[in-house]
């Protein structure tokens, strides 16, 4: 671009208004596009009255052009005001600064006085990488302390709920239930207040075969079924999960109302509070099995922390991992869920070892998990879309090292938004799997628009 002919202190401010007016209909369509042109104008009509001489109009008519364009600003639609209004008025106030050429330059100082100065500033501004690095530590990661009580009193929840289970289902053939999820895989941001409580059912693999969820009439390669086989030889009855049968399928409604109805409404929570030192209760009018644990910080007596435990029956065939998890799979009774969490997890885990153990992909998803939470705009991104991000940018990116902690944040910024201007983000293990699928186009637009935003002003996920 030609900007030869522009005012002093106008380049910077011109280059990223150009900038986003000639990307902004990618991710905002039409109309998004022309709201951003109104804050744009704002900008625009400021930095050129602000190069006019002082007697080029009247006072009263520069206060009221002054109110008119931030009017347009603050008129603007919930878009425009959760994320522009913030770089609008930002790069209003920069450019006001740059742009009064009325003023007679300010009475330059002698280097000695400068440097001292100039030595102090330096101090208290930080690199993004070192802004990224404060951030990680500060907002991101987790106290030992914390994490070692939440897995502690998730442990004690399930230690009570599979003691009460063999009581009250002695012929339930169950596994050895155990914790899973991001809080035991050090994957868990910001705070530690979720877990997952996997409940083994012990199939027999002569007698069940799990359909993969392309070869179902569904045709979704997450939504698998669970077919009886051998009815001729081993009838109804052989199997103590033949009870919960729906056409010849093993329902995971029926299993998931079986132990919602042991777990959540048979057990005597209000006595177990008192035993375990702490508040349990269920989690009612939701279709997913969920314990909420309420209990007092050991650091602070006066702040209560919170623990959610989402209780999974879960099953293992060969190499799928089936969940229960009606919240998901939605009316589909005899549907199971196929989580590829494990596989996603452990990839990472094994490329960052043979990398030298850095731990860089972890790190940069732990940090991009925490700020989707931490922002509005971006707070239905997960783990799920963030981690296949990673994955996939680790197939076509070497350089993991700790030095490009920084890049690799920005870069995953980027491959985000192209994922979400096409509509579709393909899961690393299941390509026909579209992670994307679940989201609006207004949600598309919203978290575009917050992460195109954050191209040019990472910071503003850092806040």
Known sequence: ?????????????????????????????????????????????LIERAGRPPDDEKPDKKMTDSWEELGLVSASPKLL?????????????????????????????????????????????LTFAERLQQYYRTRVCLSA????????????????????????????PLGEMTLGGSLLDDLQVVKADHACLLVPLQLEPSLWTPI???DTFLGHPQYCML??????????????????????YLSSRLVAEQLGKSIMESMNWPSLSGTLECEVRPVLGSSALKLEIRGL????????????????????LGEMTLTAQPEITGSFDYV??????????????????????????RKCLKTLKAACRNCPALHKLTGAQLSNVILHMSEKESDWSESAFADRFQQAITEMIGYLEMGVLPSYFKPAVNLLQGFTEDDIDEMGFMLYCAVSEPEILLI
Not at 15 to 41: P, Q
Request: glycine residues 8%; hydrophobic residues 35%; charged residues 30%.
């Open 81 to 125: 005001r959760k994320g522009i209004e913030g770089v609008v008025m930002k790069q209003i106030t920069a450019a006001t600064k740059k742009a009064d050429l009325s003023q007679p330059p300010p009475p330059q100082k002698s280097e000695a006085e400068a440097n001292p100065r100039r030595k102090r500033a330096d101090l208290c501004v």
């Open 297 to 316: 910080s050991e650091r602070n007596l006066s702040e209560e922390e919170q623990l959610f435990i989402s209780v999974l029956p879960t099953v293992r």
């Open 212 to 214: 993969a969820g392309e």
């Open 227 to 248: 077919r009886r086989e051998n009815l001729e030889y081993f009838p109804r009855g052989r199997s103590y999960w033949d009870r919960h049968l729906l056409g010849g």
């Open 145 to 172: 302390d914390e994490v070692s009580r939440a897995k502690q009193r998730a442990l004690d929840i399930a230690t009570e709920i599979h003691a009460f289970l063999r009581s009250k289902h002695a012929d339930m």
């Open 1 to 45: 671009m030609y900007y030869a002919s522009k005012r002093r202190g106008e380049d910077g401010i011109a280059a990223i208004i150009d900038f986003l007016l000639s990307n902004a209909r990618l991710v905002l369509g039409v109309g998004g596009a022309a709201v951003l042109g109104i804050a744009t104008l704002a900008v625009k009509k």
């Open 336 to 361: 199971w869920y196929q989580s590829l969490y494990t596989s996603e997890t452990a990839r990472l885990a094994s490329l960052d070892q043979s990398g030298g153990g850095s731990e860089v992909r």
